[in-house]
């Protein structure tokens, strides 16, 4: 605050508070001569605190041609305000206010040098700029009162020459008066988003009828017909990134008539050191219970991590973190009328502690939309400008896009008839739809080749094939499309011995033998990162080996699952070569299997390159009519190989 003057014309505390903001956010553009940055408002009420603070962070001597350097871009009136925005960028320096990422316009993000996330004023902000302003010192609660006070009415209570102290008691009466505060975002008030509720939501499964499960237990509870016991405490979502696992908690909320409180690790990792971290932690659970009944969304849990794999130069963070979660989520005084719903991309490394009973016990998975939610899903933001014919039809044409890519189709597509005038037309969401490419004949045997090798290894070694598919396209504009799959189902009471393994290498390797022995050669689809055969087929011929005991020696180097393997055979040096013989073997052995059902997987390859997807029943009808028409003599070889 040393380069601003205390005296600024228009200036009182909100505008000092928002300078602070402003200065914390764009720290690393203070000496940067030219820049243009988008700053989005988590607190959008007080946009014009935040445009006189973005205007005192261009201008320190009061130059008020710079006035016109920053701008708040109104969403409703994007075609007029991309305009004046141009005109702005011709400036050496330009800053413009958002009330959301989403509010941002696809064209206008590619003239920002940044877009960055204006935080609120902390405490600790609160009371150094009371102290620098206004000579005196405030209590860590008078400092959040000011906080999450409305700054118009703060601005009244800060007429000329008032002593703090008076304002500070103004400010206490009007908080327990009642007086309105500023409606926040979403993410961070707990306002209830009445616009979309989980009744009209399609493709979210299994999360759908729990939530709707939830809403009719808090009115329950509400009416005093169970008490809380009966109800759950909380959720784990896990599923593919874009699977609305956000939006479902804003339309839980709404369905639940319940309080909506958005945050994450990073964002409370944000407000500085672990102590602060703890504090922003302890706070979030404090104000969705004082507003209960409430949902806590908890985005990105899997932050956290697991003190089992925590690495050593972070573990007593990262520990105190997990403990600091976990006496939250169970508290001592309880947490009555709260509902936590976290989210995560990656549920297996979040740490056992926190799904267990009374944290977060319930885990649903939500899968990318099928045919009929991605319908939906169009239909809903589309907002009835179309029928239910032409939104399946849009459906059609997104296979394999997730929920957010949907509305982003949406929205580009409104964006343009916005830009020309006029309602949104099929033309408009046509598009912006996701280029579909023909996969050639050639490369769909190839895979269909490489699928059939997984379906048939594992059908023979005893596994549950559900279903085995390959597609006929993919989608030019969407990353990472799977273009096959062989889909087994998982016993839950199955014992997970060094033949249980064994037999998930070989059927994790079967894609690659089926390529070597139908193609003469594999390529390297198989291999790669983290979900690849190879990747996968090695980690657990490592984890077999040097983790449970199955290998030459009883030595375990504990829970190794998520540990890189360049560290672990660093630990280890012959660990890659033991891996190895395990690998050939069982390539080996899936070679062998294929080779003597090899007149049965040609003939499935050609059927599932006809039709792109065969049940596991029709891949085992098809084993056992082969074994049906060979001479006992040969042997009628069993769909059990040995080992």
């Known amino acids: 605050m040393k380069n601003v003057l205390r005296d600024r014309a228009g200036f009182s505390l909100p505008e000092f508070l928002a300078y602070s903001s402003v200065s914390r956010a764009l720290r690393p553009y203070r000496r940067v001569p030219h820049f243009a940055i988008g700053l989005v408002l988590e607190n959008w009420e007080r946009k014009t605190s935040y445009v006189q603070a973005a205007v005192m962070f261009i201008d320190r001597k009061s130059d008020y041609r710079y006035q016109e350097h920053v701008k708040i871009f109104d969403e409703t009136r994007a075609g007029t305000h991309i305009e004046a925005v141009m005109d702005m960028l011709q400036h050496k320096q330009t800053i413009i206010l958002f009330r959301s990422e989403e509010a941002i316009p696809e064209d206008l993000r590619y003239a920002l040098d940044i877009v960055v996330k204006v935080e609120p004023p902390d405490v ?56 309105p505060s500023v409606p926040n975002a979403p993410t961070r008030t707990g306002e209830v988003l009445a616009d979309i509720r989980l009744e009209d939501m399609e493709g979210y499964g299994d999360a759908k009828v729990w939530g709707l499960d939830l809403a009719r237990d808090l009115e329950d509870w509400r009416a005093g017909k169970i008490t809380w016991d009966d109800v759950d405490r909380g959720v784990l979502l896990s599923g593919p990134p874009g699977t609305g696992k956000t939006i479902f908690a804003k339309a839980l909320a709404a369905s639940c008539n319940a309080t909506l409180f958005a945050t994450s690790y990073a964002r409370w990792q944000a407000k500085g050191n672990l102590n602060d971290f703890l504090k922003a932690m302890h706070k979030s659970f404090r104000d969705a219970k004082n507003s209960a009944p409430s949902i806590l969304f908890l985005d990105e849990i899997d932050a956290f991590g697991s003190r089992e794999r925590t690495n050593s130069s972070n573990a ?36 056992e502690a926190i799904l267990r009973s009374g944290r977060l016990d319930r885990h649903v998975r939500i899968p990318l939309p099928d045919l009929r939610a991605r319908a939906a899903i169009f239909k809903m933001h589309l907002r009835g400008a179309f029928d239910e014919g032409r939104c399946e039809s849009f459906a059609e044409l997104s296979e394999g896009a997730s929920g957010a890519d949907i509305q982003k189709i949406v929205r580009n597509a409104r964006r343009r008839a916005r830009g020309l005038r006029r309602p949104v037309t099929v033309a408009d969401v046509l598009l912006h739809l996701p280029i579909p490419a023909p996969i050639p004949p050639d490369t769909m045997r190839v895979n269909a080749v490489h699928e059939i090798g997984h379906a048939v290894v594992g059908a023979v070694l005893g596994m549950d094939l559900v279903s085995v598919e390959i597609s006929s396209r993919i989608l030019l504009t969407t990353q990472n499309q799977p273009v096959g799959k062989a889909t087994f189902g998982r016993r839950s009471w199955a014992r997970r011995t060094k033949a249980h393994y064994l037999d998930a290498i070989a059927m994790g390797l079967g894609g690659m033998a089926a390529e070597q022995l139908l193609l003469g050669c594999h390529d390297d689809g198989v291999a790669g990162g983290r979900g690849s055969d190879l990747y996968d087929a090695t980690r657990t011929a490592i984890l077999l080996d040097r983790s449970f005991g199955m290998g030459d020696g009883l030595a375990s180097l504990g829970d190794i699952a998520e540990a890189p393997m360049i560290d672990i055979s660093r630990m280890d040096r012959s660990v890659i070569a033991r891996a190895d013989k395990i690998l050939l073997e069982q390539l080996e052995r899936a070679t062998e299997i294929l080779e003597r059902h090899r007149s049965v997987c ?3 390859v050609d059927a599932l390159v006809a039709g792109l997807e065969l049940s596991g029943q029709e891949v085992l009808d098809a084993l056992d009519e082969e074994a049906r028409s060979e001479p006992r003599a040969l042997g009628n070889p069993a769909r059990r190989i040995s080992r």
């Open 124 to 179: 600790r902000q609160v009371r150094g700029v009371v102290r620098w302003g206004y000579r005196t010192t405030v209590t860590d609660d008078q400092a959040d009162a000011l906080i999450n006070c409305d700054w118009r009415r703060l601005k009244l209570a800060m007429t000329w020459g008032r002593p703090m102290p008076r304002v500070l008691g103004i400010v206490e009466k009007m908080v327990r008066a009642g007086a």
């Open 316 to 351: 007593s963070y990262d520990m105190k973190a997990i403990t600091g979660l976990l006496e939250s989520l169970d508290g001592l005084e309880g947490r009555e009328g709260v509902i936590v719903v976290a989210a995560s991309n990656h549920p297996d490394k979040i740490d």
């Open 602 to 604: 040609e003939r499935l």
